[in-house]
């Protein structure tokens, strides 16, 4: 295609891209290498309807001046980075210095908020993303296979789970999961324990995170891989049959390899998307037991003060997180491209 | 638009049109645009301001649970968006530290000279909000409950954890007690409370320097540890809507609720007869021996914008003074616990007002509290799972404060 | 696949059929659960006393008189004007597809047919766009729209909505476009169409599956979006999630949670008329082998 065309095509998209994603992004890199001025504090006697005490306040007027000499903040370059609540580089090499073994080492590490929070969020990618993938696609065969009245409900049925919100959906579920719910009732029942609670201990909670993430994101990836086997080549496939290739085998060696650029497509959007895992961690009030990445920065945007620079960073390193995630998908999707060069 | 919001708020605002004010309040012209948090209180202000509108006035309002991310944007742009926040204790301090609310003396000179001193929110002499109502956190009891276990209601911690005892062991519930203590936000109240209590100081006085890695703070974590013994194995994910389904459910005999919550709590809707008519509010109990309940107060108030005209100022003002006239709360007194000589106190509002007269302590208006505050509600959970001592996980808190306060100027 | 279907073997139809069915019940349960739950009043809905409470209704009659009741329903849609935040929704999610899907198809199409290596980094380019949460962009947004007055208004939203969502709608239409086949579109181009003629003519005709699914996905981001609503409109612009949100009350203040319950029911009906229509489409449209070209 020449350079002329491609460039008409792709313009509208690409100016939404950069006004809206690219130019915020370089802004928030500059954000992430600066901190706030020093706050200049001052007491005085504060009074409000419960009497007056001696209390400390900003001076806004001084500090105000402080932050016209320089409106980006003070430059922290990488401090912010390195600091205990991202990266943690100080505090590591402490704790490698006075832990006694390894053990001990990972628990400390494990303690620091960042790497608490990324733990979490790696093994929810890990596990989520693969398994999706592989319901997703069973799901898709099943469906295709069914009579064509049953498709159309199927299909609804099936996309339920993406369709009621997350914010209410994860809400309601966490009320079925509770140990007075019905399905926290029919766990105990099934495990005849009635102590048995899915919201007390960490391992049950990240249990529940998963297969919430599991039953949220299936039908998303059934979508697709459905849509994609509408497009199998009939031919091929009955010259496959023709040939003896068992179901499995016409599977494995005719639809898996046409659907490939899903596959991929599916592989990437799910990882990405499993990475920056969030909502189910405020649906189902897990904060105690499993925090991620985006949480981290939710947290830091939220609250009494904001702190734009650390969730600035955060996310520069969401975004390096993912980038390092997706190599292997990018390094193949590099290799289809040459192959379609040539 | 306002017109189109007016016309759907119904009969309950051609009433307080009808009564309160005629066109414009006597107000001039003027924009009027609210931003809030999302609850009763603030609807009942809101629509009385709205009822003002007329005569070149016009009046919006943006209530919404993300309004502290939406106002400190909406107020730094220049003309603001809003010409009025409504803040809370907490919630004020950026906006103050930032110098985006004006001092309010001059308007309650001209506009409201009789205004009681215990509406204004006065920082180093000058007046920087009006409060209207408040909250607070305290005890709920079921009297049948504490009969049938033979204690006497109690007024200190300790008394709940032998009344929680008395409760279990005889039978009559395994979990007696809940508070608010899922991590984050709440458990970082509930400690900052016992802590109150305690009569710890959060701060070394005069600078941002955490000061909470002492006796009285292992103490504070060390009782609420002994509360949640008493509480369903999932309280660590309890928040208010938990706890009050809890209550209302009857599996419950003591709590530490919000104030807010006691109209919710003693109204027909979601609980038996037997649980409502046994509900008791009474104030927050002390701890250790303290004098003071281990509880926090808290205002909510409203704020006039700095970069908006004075005549947008003079308009805001005089409209959300006529939304919290004599006759607005008479009307409404079940909505809040009014800051107004007008308020004659209502069933759900004792609680509180029981914990202010015990003199519990104000939540503090510091510009860094926040960031302590979400610190604690960060770090405490693993102290409380058992995978943290007490000292460990302060020691955590003061480092995670500790990095938020350095980034954000308030350390060197 | 329909030759396929007849001459599969009965153990493989039984176990694809037992996954299917496994997968409906667990797909819609919840939902099903939350349908039953919205006719009873929040006491049964949670029924934290009993869970069976909620199937015999037991809170409901104790305060309504009868075991079933349209309270949520008359409370969201009649006392808190439900009916503006769907039409709200509906506008916003309309245009957001549109305009994705316009954008999106253009540029989908270039990315898949062009060999050039700089195709290869935009596409990476529009991955590293999209790993950036969207609460952070959002943030950065608000100080720049408060101050150009653009903050608040239903087209900005669909903008922003838009664009961020472009990452994922170039991602999934270059992969349809690259499941059709290449000699489609150049052979039209040797007859003497230019590269717009043949995509208008020979590709567009051939493209709906992947379209309408890559629509339905832009259309449910739009419909379900809570972080660019609730931050960037305002009340009177108020889309439906930011309103399901505020009847879930606050730490203070109890919500209507039977509002946001019923309002969610209701929200779901709309789309199965979307999907009965999309999945004819789908089923439809490249059956009869217009890809052998």
């Given at each position: 295609m020449p350079h002329r065309t491609f460039f008409w095509f792709i313009l509208p998209s690409a100016l939404a891209m950069l006004l809206f994603i690219a130019l915020p992004i370089v802004s928030v890199v500059i954000q992430s290498l600066y901190v706030d001025h020093d706050q200049v504090l001052v007491v005085s006697e504060n009074c409000g309807p419960f009497g007056c005490t001696q209390s400390t306040s900003v001076d806004a007027a001084a500090t105000a001046k402080l932050s016209e000499a320089a409106?980006?903040?003070?430059?922290n370059g990488l401090g912010t980075y390195l600091n205990r609540a991202h990266l943690a580089t100080a505090e590591i090499a402490q704790a490698w210095r006075t832990s006694g073994g390894m053990a001990g080492f990972l628990s400390q590490v494990m303690s620091l908020p960042f790497y608490k929070a990324l733990s979490f969020t790696v093994a929810y990618t890990a596990i989520v993303t693969p398994l999706v993938i592989l319901f997703g696609l069973a799901v898709a065969l099943g469906v295709n296979g069914l009579p064509r009245m049953l498709k159309g409900p199927t299909i609804f049925v099936s996309l339920l789970p993406m369709i009621v919100t997350p914010l209410i959906g994860s809400l309601i579920l966490y009320w079925m999961i509770d140990a007075d719910g019905i399905l926290g009732k029919a766990l105990q029942w099934i495990f005849a324990?009635?102590?048995?609670?899915?919201?007390?201990?960490p391992t049950l909670t990240w249990l529940t995170l998963f297969i919430y993430g599991i039953w949220h994101s299936t039908p998303f990836a059934f979508v697709v891989f459905y849509a994609g086997l509408q497009t199998v080549p009939e031919d091929t496939l009955e010259a496959a049959m023709i040939d003896g290739a068992s179901r499995w085998e016409r599977i494995r060696y005719v639809v898996v390899p046409y659907m490939s650029p899903l596959l991929v497509f599916v592989a990437l959007i799910q990882l990405m998307d499993n990475f920056r895992v969030f909502e189910p961690i405020v649906g189902f009030s897990a904060q105690a037991n499993a925090t991620s990445l985006s949480y981290a920065i939710y947290s830091d945007l939220?609250?009494?003060?904001?702190?734009y620079a650390s969730a600035a960073t955060t996310s520069v390193l969401t975004v390096l997180g993912v980038a390092i995630l997706l190599t292997p998908v990018l390094i193949r999707t590099w290799r289809d491209f040459n192959r379609k060069r040539a | 638009m306002t017109l189109f919001r007016t016309a759907a708020l119904g009969s309950a605002l051609a009433i307080l049109a009808g009564t309160t004010?005629?066109?414009?309040c006597g107000i001039g012209a003027g924009n009027v645009s609210i931003i809030a948090n999302d609850f009763p209180a603030i609807h009942t202000i809101a629509e009385a301001a709205e009822a003002c509108a007329g005569d070149g006035l016009t009046v919006t309002a943006n209530m919404t649970k993300d309004h502290q991310t939406l106002n400190l944007p909406g107020l730094t742009s220049n003309p603001a968006q809003y010409s009025v926040a409504v803040i809370a204790n907490s919630s004020i301090v950026p906006l103050m530290s930032d110098g985006l609310i004006r001092p309010l003396d001059d308007l309650i000179a001209q506009?409201?000279?009789?205004?009681?001193?215990?509406?204004k929110v006065t920082v180093d002499g000058k007046v920087m909000a009006i409060a209207f109502q408040a909250n607070a956190q305290h005890l709920f009891y079921r009297s049948d409950m504490l009969e049938q276990a033979g204690?006497?209601?109690?007024?200190t911690y300790e008394e709940v954890l032998a009344a929680a005892e008395a409760i279990k062991s005889k039978g009559l519930?395994?979990?007696p007690l809940a508070l608010n203590?899922?991590?984050g936000w709440n458990l970082g109240e509930e400690f900052i409370n016992m802590y109150m209590g305690e009569g710890?100081?959060?701060?070394e006085a005069g600078t941002?320097?955490?000061?909470?890695?002492?006796p009285k703070a292992v103490a504070a974590l060390e009782m609420l540890k002994n509360l949640t013994?008493?509480?369903?194995?999932?309280?660590?994910?309890?928040d208010s809507n938990a706890t009050q389904a809890l209550w209302e459910s009857g599996n419950i005999a003591l709590a530490t609720l919000w104030g807010s919550r006691g109209g919710a709590i003693l109204d027909?809707?979601?609980?038996t007869e037997d649980v409502v008519k046994s509900t008791v509010l009474a104030a927050a109990p002390t701890v250790?021996?303290?004098?003071?309940?281990a509880s926090t107060l808290w205002w909510d108030g409203f704020t006039i914008a700095t970069n908006i005209s004075d005549e947008d100022a003079a308009a805001s003002f005089q409209a959300m003074m006529a939304g919290m006239s004599d006759e607005v709360i008479k009307a409404h007194e079940t909505d809040a616990l009014w800051l107004s000589p007008a308020y004659t106190p209502t069933p759900a509002s004792v609680g509180v007002i029981e914990t202010v007269k015990a003199g519990a302590m104000p939540y503090p208006m510091l510009p860094y509290v926040g960031l302590l505050h979400t610190a604690l509600g960060d770090n405490l959970a693993p102290f409380f799972q058992g995978s943290q001592t007490a000292e460990q996980a302060l020691a955590a808190v003061t480092a995670a404060y500790t990095t938020a306060a350095t980034e954000k100027g308030f350390l060197k | 696949m329909s030759i396929a279907a007849q001459r599969r073997s009965a153990p493989l139809v039984l176990i694809s059929s037992a996954l299917v069915a496994v997968w409906i019940v667990v797909a819609a349960f919840p939902f099903l659960w939350t349908l039953w739950g919205s006719f009873k009043v929040q006491g049964d809905f949670f029924s934290?006393?009993?869970?069976m409470n909620a199937l015999w209704g037991t809170r409901t009659i104790v305060e309504t008189?009868?075991?079933?009741?349209?309270a949520g329903y008359e409370g969201a849609?009649?006392?808190?004007?439900?009916w503006k935040a769907a039409l709200n929704t509906g506008i916003v999610v309309i245009f957001t597809v549109i305009i994705s899907l316009t954008l999106g198809t253009l540029g989908g199409y270039a990315l898949a047919r062009s060999g050039n290596r700089y195709a290869f980094w935009i596409l990476m380019l529009a991955l590293v766009f999209r790993a950036m949460p969207h609460i952070t962009l959002v943030s950065g947004y608000l100080l720049p729209f408060f101050e150009w007055n653009l903050w608040g208004h239903l087209p900005t939203a669909i903008i922003v909505l838009v664009a961020i969502n472009q990452p994922f709608t170039l991602w999934m239409l270059h992969s349809f476009f690259l499941n059709i086949p290449k000699d489609l579109d150049e052979s039209a181009m040797v007859d003497g169409c230019t590269r717009f003629q043949a995509f208008r003519h020979v590709i567009v005709p051939v493209m709906w599956p992947g379209v309408i699914t890559t629509g339905l996905f832009s259309f449910l981001l739009a419909y379900n979006d809570f972080t660019v609503t609730a931050l960037l409109l305002n009340q009177d612009n108020q889309t439906m999630i930011p309103k399901i949100a505020s009847f879930l009350g606050s730490t203070q203040v109890e919500g209507k949670v039977m509002y946001a319950v019923a309002a969610v029911v209701s929200a779901t009906a709309p789309l199965f008329v979307l999907i009965l229509f999309f999945q004819r489409q789908i089923v439809s449209g490249l059956t009869a082998g217009a890809v052998k070209g």
């Open positions: 409106p980006l903040g003070r430059f324990d009635p102590a048995l609670s899915l919201k007390a201990s939220r609250g009494d003060n904001a702190q | 004010a005629m066109a414009g506009y409201a000279p009789n205004l009681p001193d215990q509406n204690v006497a209601p109690p007024t519930m395994e979990y203590s899922g991590a710890g100081a959060l701060f941002a320097n955490a000061s909470i890695e002492n013994a008493y509480s369903n194995p999932d309280y660590l994910t309890f027909a809707e979601g609980s250790g021996g303290g004098s003071i309940p | 934290k006393a009993d869970w008189g009868g075991p079933f009741t349209g849609w009649v006392e808190q004007a439900f």
